[in-house]
T-cell receptor, first 113, second 111 residues
Framework: DSGVTQTPKHLITATGQRVTLRCSPR?????VYWYQQSLDQGLQFLIQ???????AKGNILERFSAQQFPDLHSELNLSSLELGDSALYFC????????????FGPGTRLTVL | DAKTTQPPSMDCAEGRAANLPCNHS???????VYWYRQIHSQGPQYIIH???NNETNEMASLIITEDRKSSTLILPHATLRDTAVYYC????????????FGQGTRLTINP
């Protein structure tokens, strides 16, 4: 158990819909990262927040957005969903701003039908 | 793009040492070598990292060549639970904003 929690574990929705994925980092970790893992693209970095501020962006689509709240939990919002958005979404956290040692949550499996 | 090259798959007998190679010929002086693994579809798990000296922890050992162009992750006594995809990642430790995962090595431990 990494100490990072993600909800929900599974999410099934239809194309065009909007969903919100939630992540609670380890106690004391200020940095939160979101990654997407699909069959054809592998594990890809989406976005990072540190203490409430966006600090880095990867290959995140404009239909996706995220935020980190004062209590340090983070949410990833995915809108206008397409079939290709079906993937595992992982959240990770670390103590410091830039850390190679990141602690990953169990992931949310999103299925878009 | 990932800066590392790993064999796509490897097999190892249970109880034997598993040696996973990684090539990172373009590594620069301030870049560390990290190893993560992902068991089935669980979240990736940090294993170990190093700069130029060999490192050991309770999970594994990391051997980095003197020229730092390659490294080997060693699981000393592999168990069935070590079956996973192992990722070798090269990145700077300060200010690293993301981990760039390649395809990794799928390690299968056989009974």
């Amino acid at each position: 158990d990494s100490g990072v929690t993600q909800t929900p574990k599974h999410l099934i929705t239809a194309t065009g819909q909007r969903v919100t994925l939630r992540c609670s980092p380890r106690s004391g970790d200020l940095s939160v990262y979101w990654y997407q893992q699909s069959l054809d693209q592998g594990l890809q970095f989406l976005i990072q927040y540190y203490n409430g501020e966006e600090r880095a962006k990867g290959n995140i689509l404009e239909r996706f957005s995220a935020q980190q709240f004062p209590d340090l939990h983070s949410e990833l919002n995915l809108s206008s969903l397409e079939l290709g958005d079906s993937a595992l979404y992982f959240c990770a956290s670390s103590v410091v701003l830039g850390a190679g040692e990141q602690f990953f949550g169990p992931g949310t499996r999103l299925t878009v039908l | 793009d990932a800066k590392t090259t790993q064999p796509p798959s490897m097999d190892c007998a249970e109880g034997r040492a598993a040696n996973l190679p990684c090539n990172h010929s373009t590594i620069s002086g301030n870049e560390y070598v990290y190893w993560y693994r992902q068991i089935h579809s669980q979240g990736p798990q940090y294993i170990i990292h190093g700069l130029k000296n060999n490192e050991t922890n309770e999970m594994a050992s990391l051997i980095i060549t003197e020229d730092r162009k390659s490294s080997t992750l060693i699981l000393p006594h592999a168990t069935l639970r070590d079956t996973a995809v192992y990722y070798c990642i090269v990145d700077i430790i300060q200010g690293a904003q993301k981990l760039v995962f390649g395809q990794g090595t799928r390690l299968t431990i056989n009974p």
